[in-house]
């Protein structure tokens, strides 16, 4: 937890999030509106990505294949050695991981095996771990080495994770990559640390691209989210005290 994300789970714990659960209730005398309570618990579940990164960080995978920089990206963003950087193909068989604070906000960044279509069996253990972590991360940072040829690997990578930040790496060196580079992609070098804050900046507008006003409700735990959804769900079956149900238990 950051002081940013404290200071909003502050406002949360002292009154705000239990003031948005009691009117998801009639008052004495009030009519029961389940289209007014839709619209409430709507608005909660807006932040609901939000609020549960307010207690766990935001996961972004770094990947691409092997050499193109990955643990000297990481290293070079939290301002120290934290991989150990290699000069042969396939040596980040483990997920290493840091986590650090931009711009306030907590991001826990992993640094994962080169991905390459031609592997060793142990190798490939790793590579499939980075897909898995990649299919359930908040943001890919895809490199690749312009000081290289684009190789199939690259072009694989790009095309199947379209949603990925491209950092264009090592432009520091000659160079090398003979295709135009893919749209949006930002140039970076590990050893200038040129294009270092650009990349950040871009990164936090995709994690985070709206911020909550201060007097805004949000839910900040997976058990708050579960009971909201069925709340939600029993409204839209006209479930009336299963729904009435959980929102005490929102409150209990």
Not at 9 to 20: P, W, Y
Not at 61 to 79: C, E, F, H, Q, T
Not at 155 to 162: E, T
Request: glycine letters at 6%; charged letters at 20%.
């Amino acid at each position: 937890t950051t002081f940013r994300t404290a200071e909003i789970l502050l406002r949360q714990s002292e009154g705000l999030l239990k003031s948005a659960f009691e009117k998801l209730l009639p008052g004495e005398g009030q009519a029961f509106d389940a289209a007014q309570y839709q619209s409430q618990i709507e608005q909660l579940l807006h932040w609901e990505q939000f609020g549960i990164h307010l207690t766990s960080p935001w996961r972004v995978v770094l990947a691409g294949r092997p050499n193109v920089g990955k643990s000297s990206l990481i290293n070079a963003i939290l301002g120290y050695e934290r991989s150990i950087v290699f000069n042969e193909a396939g040596t980040t068989r483990d997920v290493l991981t840091a986590t650090t604070a931009i711009e306030g906000w907590p991001v826990q960044f992993s640094d994962t095996a080169g991905i390459r279509e031609q592997a060793d069996e142990l190798e490939s253990t790793g590579i499939k771990r980075a897909e898995q972590m990649m299919n359930s991360s908040d943001c890919n940072l895809i490199l690749i080495d312009v000081s290289q040829p684009e190789e199939e690997d690259d072009l694989r990578l790009i095309s199947q994770w379209p949603d990925a930040i491209i950092v264009a790496h090592k432009t520091d060196l000659p160079h090398r990559w003979k295709q135009p580079l893919p749209s949006g992609a930002i140039s970076v070098s590990s050893i200038t640390k040129s294009g270092i804050d650009l990349l950040l900046k871009q990164l936090i507008q995709k994690l985070i691209p709206e911020v909550p006003d201060q007097n805004t409700a949000v839910p900040v735990t997976s058990r708050q989210i579960q009971i909201l959804h069925r709340a939600l769900e029993a409204l839209n079956q006209s479930e009336q005290s299963v729904y009435t149900s959980l929102i005490q238990q929102l409150l209990s």
